[in-house]
Antibody
Framework: QVQLQESGPGLVKPSETLSLTCAVS?????????WGWVRQSPGKGLEWMGS???????HHNPSLQSRVTISRDTSKNVFYLKMTSVTAADTAVYYC???????????WGQGTLVTVSS | DVVMTQSPLSLPVTLGQSASISCRSS???????????LNWYQQRPGQSPRRLMY???NRDSGVPDRFRGSGSGIDFTLEISRVEAEDVGVYYC?????????FGQGTKVEIK
């Protein structure tokens, strides 16, 4: 059973960069699946942000333009989310997820609340 | 992006009765490979979402057969028969046919 655990700062200042880590256990991120991020905010509901394929290719939601970077470290079996120039609108619970392809999200981490505030 | 519209947004249900949630997409969800990538997720209070159904009508492991997904094209339905207290939560549809994947706004199921 794949388990996902998000970690990172719970408070980020406006205009700064949000950085989160997803630690994966029970499966090697280089073996299969897409590994992605979904956020949930009261204002925008659930929003798919992007993912990284087990082969390394990247996929981002165009709505987030170039602010989002997803990367990984297969030696540590973790993947990362970075989002630049955050505003209050980026306040949300951020989930790391596994995706079987075609946005078929089959597994979610417990989520981590990130608040953007000075 | 494909817009997913759920109704109703709030659904009070009597224990033991049935509930039906509708999800409509702004365009057909039939993929060129012939599949329809429409999933349903349940989010219980204080928990992460959990997938219930994939490709319209395939139940995930451990999901009671009281849950049934149906539909085609742009109209989809999640039906819950004999609602139990553990079914309380918010239900989301999500399409993955047209990138990026998009979610409905959610339907809150509560017990009357």
């Amino acid at each position: 059973q794949v388990q996902l655990q998000e970690s990172g700062p719970g408070l980020v200042k406006p205009s700064e960069t949000l950085s989160l880590t997803c630690a994966v256990s029970g499966y090697s991120i280089g073996s299969g699946y897409f590994w992605g991020w979904v956020r949930q905010s009261p204002g925008k509901g659930l929003e798919w942000m992007g993912s990284i394929h087990h082969g390394g290719s990247l996929h981002h939601n165009p709505s987030l333009q170039s602010r989002v970077t997803i990367s990984r470290d297969t030696s540590k079996n973790v993947f990362y989310l970075k989002m630049t120039s955050v505003t209050a609108a980026d306040t949300a619970v951020y989930y790391c997820v596994t995706d079987e392809g075609q946005w078929n999200i089959n597994n979610w981490g417990q989520g981590t609340l990130v608040t953007v505030s000075s | 992006d494909v817009v997913m519209t759920q109704s109703p947004l709030s659904l009070p249900v009597t224990l033991g009765q049935s509930a039906s949630i509708s999800c409509r997409s702004s365009q057909s969800l039939v993929h060129s490979d012939g599949n329809t990538y429409l999933n349903w997720y349940q989010q219980r209070p204080g928990q992460s979402p959990r997938r219930l159904m994939y490709k319209v009508s395939n139940r995930d492991s451990g999901v009671p057969d009281r849950f049934r997904g149906s539909g085609s094209g742009i109209d989809f339905t999640l039906e819950i028969s004999r609602v139990e207290a553990e079914d309380v939560g918010v239900y989301y549809c999500m399409q993955g046919t047209h990138g990026p994947g998009t979610f409905g706004q959610g339907t809150k199921v509560e017990i009357k």
